[in-house]
């Protein structure tokens, strides 16, 4: 069965350090792969999605960046991280496009805090 | 573009008692819907969705849902809820965004709380 691994769990970093999150998928081949963020009140934001190896779509401008270095690794990063990178960030998987009819398999998050 | 509203913040029901939580979208034509349920500090786990065919759909958890095309509606229902339902709801909308391009659209969620 699939299963997608997000780490770390929570997070505190100093404004200005660099951010490297993880999200892996297990038991499927070639997944379109997403990041989202979710502020309190605010619902879900899209923010980077990838279609392949090396394939990234920006949704929003922003401080972070996203790669997909192998077919089930998707990593977001911050070269310097700022207050309002805060949040809580999932990593997500589909077998087809979101939007369609298709459904999102989500990884469980990771808190990040910037002080 | 399509748009999704959950018009309800926040909800407290007490245990036993019906629940529905209301979702409003916006699209031209009849769009992909589906319902997620988010424990605390916790990913998204699908409840249900709607593609085509019967307007009533059941889902995880006793959970079902109704699309009405007139209303633009897809609220989510349970007959008797259960301490465990307490957990925020996003409803999503899923929609062609032009040529083969499809969006996602969540709501901002509804946080449900359950009263012994």
């Known amino acids: 069965s699939q299963t997608i691994h997000q780490w770390p769990a929570t997070l505190v970093q100093p404004v200005g350090s660099p951010l490297s999150l993880e999200c892996t998928v297990e038991g499927t081949s070639n997944p379109n792969l997403y990041w989202y963020r979710q502020a309190a009140g605010r619902g879900l934001q899209l923010l980077f999605y990838?279609?392949?190896?090396?394939?990234i779509s920006s949704e929003v401008p922003q401080n972070l960046s996203a790669s997909r270095p192998q077919d089930r690794q998707f990593i977001l990063s911050s070269k310097k991280l700022l207050l309002s990178d805060s949040g809580f960030y999932l990593c997500a998987w589909s077998v087809r496009r979101l939007g369609s009819d298709d459904q999102a398999f989500f990884g469980q998050g990771t808190r990040l805090t910037v002080v | 573009a399509q748009s999704v509203t959950q018009p309800d913040i926040h909800i407290t029901v007490s245990e036993g008692a019906s629940l529905e939580l209301r979702c409003n979208y916006s699209y031209g034509a009849t769009p992909y819907l589906f319902w997620y349920v988010q424990s605390p500090g916790q990913g998204l786990q699908l409840l249900l969705k709607y593609f085509s065919g019967d307007t009533l759909v059941q889902g995880i958890k006793g959970f079902e849902a109704e699309f009405k095309r007139s209303q633009s509606s897809f609220n989510l229902r349970k007959p008797s809820v259960h301490w465990s339902d307490a957990a925020e709801y996003f409803c999503a909308v899923g929609a062609q965004s032009g040529g083969s391009n499809y969006k996602l659209t969540f709501g901002k969620g509804t946080l449900l709380t359950v009263n012994p």
């Open positions: 990838s279609v392949g190896i090396g394939q």
